[in-house]
């Protein structure tokens, strides 16, 4: 019964067919057959204990037996499980799997929007559409080269350097808004029309602002010359990302390839980027690296291998603008380009400028009208913002219909925007003691320097000079080469006077320029003779009274015209540099202190 028992249970654990085969195998039909008992646990032994062995004690083999098949039925058991939970697992991870393809199918159909996503890109499309200030600007802004007033010489100059089969590099200086962006922007529009230069119709003119640009030293970002994309931190697209591959990003000088790159303000880029940029310019192209590029990675898309290995196209023709004088520019930067001057604007180019801008705005002034606006700016930038405003106000005041600005309403736009005249007439038709008008120069804007000395008579002779402590050390040198001058002409030692220099308003100005006029302060305060009171002096004095000459000699006249000035003593040698279209100034050059003298006594 026990024999009988176990082999109907193998047969349903593993099945007759398993009884079957086994016993086919082992060649045990005889023994399973048998009536012997012996016989029949010897077949059962050899099935499932894989002995052959002769059988001494039956109730032992058949226990075995029995904790065999329990062994393994408990195995099997065990096995099934693991497998059903392998089973299951798979079949969940399948369905999710299945589930993120169909996703991703859906995602791409649809092109990554949602609603949240479509309704953005909504919102961004109507604020494109509202244009507020810019739109006035655009309208009054040149748009063709002899709209540009009172710099031919520049725009002459830009030209002949772009309109070119060989272009060159460009650095513009000039007073902040008298319209170096503009001559840039029409000479490239010009010049594209030109058979023999390289410019093509669709060259791009790409305008940048140097004191925005920034980068930093480990490359993560530079928007001028382009950085690479880390793929693990810096989100390189999400496939590149994954496989690891780096990514180039191109920058502002791959965009401009082929045309201009204008960077507004180039003194102030960092000196670091513009070293960058110059051999930028002198590859033409950059240059990209990064440890996670594997150029044997098959992965690695074919345009970033070629960004690697080849870099990016940077053929461009650069254009920097400046307010700084040529002397504070990087040299390196400046040995590389062909400089170009603009020039301060006069109140005749201001008058203009606002004439202009009155016609494209279809609107009507009276006849002073640009004459005051002049009064309040040198810039032709701020002249077409002041006249936008007048604009403004008006239109509030009596609405868009047949607009004529009138004196009135101009000083009351111009008084509540608090503007004040950037000019005061100084000179004057009189003479006076130990006073005389020098000429100074900031940032390409010319002025005129009040000089005044008073002179004190030492009875000790051991006289002592003051100047202001601010001023600088060029300045002060002045003073002294002064002081020597007038020793010579009064024939008198000059100790037996304490002398008193002042530059009225503070005196922070350097360099030598001052020098004549500081001579004739002092000697008309040393002497008691008058000074005219209309005329302005510049130039370097040296030891033996000989005048000098100096630098912004533009400037200065423009600086002398604004003050009222009808007379500008300039150094010989700076005859050159008087330009060739001022007007209701007279300019006369002199080569020594004795001929300044004769003309402002
Ligand atoms: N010489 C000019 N002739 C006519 N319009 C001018 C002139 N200068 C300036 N403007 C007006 O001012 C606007 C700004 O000028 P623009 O940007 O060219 O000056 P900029 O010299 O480049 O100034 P910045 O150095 O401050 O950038 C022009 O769009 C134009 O309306």
Partial sequence: MQID???????????????????????????????????????????????DNYIDDPIDALNRIEKEIALLVARTHIENKIEEDVERY?????????????L?????????????????????????????????????????????IGQDIAVKCILSKLASPYPQHILLYGPPGVGKTTAARLALDITKKIKYTPFRKNSPFIEVDGTTLRWDPREIMNPLLGSVHDPIYMGAKRDLAEGGIPEPKTGLVTDAHGGVLFIDEIGELDIMLQNKLLKVLEDKRVNFSSSYYDPDDENVPAYIKKLFNEGAP??????????????????????????????????????????????????????????????????????VNILADIYGYVVYNRGNDNINITEKDAFNA????????????KAFNKKETGSIFGLGVNGFIGSTLEIEAVAFRNKNNDGKIRFN?????????????????????????????????NIVGGGNVDGPSAGAAITVAMLSAVTGKPVRQ????????????????????????????????????????????????????????????????????
């Fill in 90 to 102: 798979l079949e969940e991870k399948q369905e999710k799997f299945i589930d993120e393809i169909r």
């Fill in 414 to 425: 111009l008084a509540l925007s608090r503007l004040i005249p950037h000019c005061i007439k």
């Fill in 534 to 601: 209309d005329v302005a002096v510049t130039g370097e004095i040296s030891l033996t009274g000989n005048i000098k000459p100096v630098g912004g000699i533009i400037e200065k006249i423009h600086g002398a015209i604004q003050a009222g000035i009808k007379t500008v003593l300039i150094p010989e040698k700076n005859k050159k540099d008087i330009p060739s279209c001022v007007e209701g100034i007279e300019i006369i050059p002199v080569s020594h202190i004795n001929e300044v003298l004769e003309l402002v006594f």
């Fill in 314 to 383: 940077a053929d461009f023709i650069l254009i920097g603008a400046t307010t700084r004088s040529p002397e504070e520019i990087n040299p390196a930067l400046r040995s590389r380009c062909m400089e170009v001057y603009f020039q301060p604007l006069s109140k005749k180019d201001i008058i203009q400028i606002v004439k202009n801008a009155a016609e494209k705005l279809k609107i009507t002034m009276d006849e002073n009208v640009p004459e005051i606006i002049s009064q309040y700016t040198m810039e032709g930038r701020k002249a």
């Fill in 104 to 148: 991703n199918i859906i995602k791409k159909q649809r092109g990554g929007e949602n609603s949240k996503t479509i309704k953005k890109l909504e919102e961004l499309q109507k604020l494109e559409k509202v244009k507020l200030s810019k739109s006035i600007m655009e309208i009054m802004r040149p748009a063709r080269l002899n709209e540009i």
């Fill in 5 to 51: 028992a176990i082999i109907e249970l193998v047969k349903k654990i593993w099945g007759e067919e398993f009884i079957e085969k086994t016993v086919e195998e082992k060649d045990l039909s005889k023994e399973i057959e048998s009536d012997s008992i012996e016989d029949k646990i010897y077949a059962l032994q050899k099935m499932i204990l894989d002995e």
């Fill in 469 to 501: 402590d601010t001023a600088g050390s060029m300045a002060k040198d002045s003073v002294f080469n002064a002081s020597s001058v007038i020793r010579k002409i009064i024939d008198e030692d000059i100790s037996a006077y304490d002398i008193h220099v």
